[in-house]
């Protein structure tokens, strides 16, 4: 361990209750802990995104001036990206999507039971901050309902539509639209998303130090908003399948979405596959010099006083590197 390295300890000294409560928290409940990071994570990125979505659909219906836009919309989620990056990917690596975590196991040897605990708590996050929009705006929503009722054909046409209260939380395709290139649409901006993602965690790519990875993450988030959202997309199975189901806990079966649902949950996973052995096949290179900044960002990790370098050696600090992640490997989107 470096004698340079100073620990959050060093220099502050937390309440006794708190210290306990750490020593516990790394230790035995830390799959709690990471799991919650993630739940946290999708949460504020959904939420973000869906309080936007609700005020443009409902502000369209009901006649609200100026309210929300598909600019707004796009940088809602974009901030809701850095919200969870900033907040809780120190703790859990902030995968916060299941694709990203799919693509963890199969590559990266991820353990799949920690696996399959992030993704529960992925979808999670998403419904339950799906259900706390719908609370908050549930009076501006029947009012929607109401004027919809009204028109000619009543609101079932476009309920569960884009431009319908349904379509705020289960996501589905405009009236008319096709299924073939629906998939075309969500499967490249998936793709192009996820090389993005793998050109910032490269640590040989001197273009994006690891403070700036966020924001180009985030970014590319709000241009795929922005560019092809009109044609059918979803770009994260938890965002989807949480909404999904906050939409079937709020109007039944109706909310089901059929055919679409399962092409815009899963289409995301493949792409991000292929992404990967994309950019580590072809873009990746053993030879490269990994750059200083992102050499202080591994270190950190390597010299994290329970899981690195600096780490106590206890049964139970030993137990924890299977579950904890594979050393090396800085988990983290």
Known sequence: MSSNVVYLSDIRQRPRAFAAFERHRHTRIHWLVECFAEWLGVFLYTYAGIGSQALYVVGNIIGIPGASSLLQIGLAYAFGVLLALAVASATSGGHFSPAITVAQVVFLRFPPLKALRYIVAQIFGAYIACLLVYVQYKTLILEASVILDAKPGG???????????????????????????????????????????????????????????????????????????????????????????????????????????????????????????????????????????????????????????????????????????????????
């Open 155 to 333: 609101s079932g046409p476009v309920f569960f539509t884009p431009n319908g209260p349904g379509g705020i939380f289960a996501l589905a395709l405009p009236l008319g639209s096709n299924m073939g290139r629906a998939f075309v649409n969500e499967f490249v901006c998936d793709y192009i998303l996820g090389i993005t993602i793998f050109a910032c965690l490269d640590p040989t790519n001197m273009l994006v130090p690891p403070a700036f990875a966020p924001f180009i993450i985030a970014m590319a988030y709000a241009a795929a908003i922005w560019s092809f959202s009109a044609n059918g997309l979803i770009a994260n199975t938890a965002r989807d399948l949480g909404g999904r189901l906050a939409a079937l806990t709020i109007w039944g079966l109706p909310a089901g979405g059929g055919s679409y649902a399962a092409m815009a949950a899963l289409t995301n996973i493949p792409a991000m596959l292929l992404s990967y052995l994309t950019y580590d096949l072809l873009f990746s290179d053993s030879d490269r010099v990994v750059d200083n900044s992102h050499l202080e960002l591994l270190n950190a990790h390597k010299n994290h006083r329970r899981m690195g370098a600096g780490r106590p050696l206890t049964p139970e600090s030993e137990g924890m590197d299977h579950e904890k992640g594979v050393v090396g490997v800085v988990e983290r989107v």
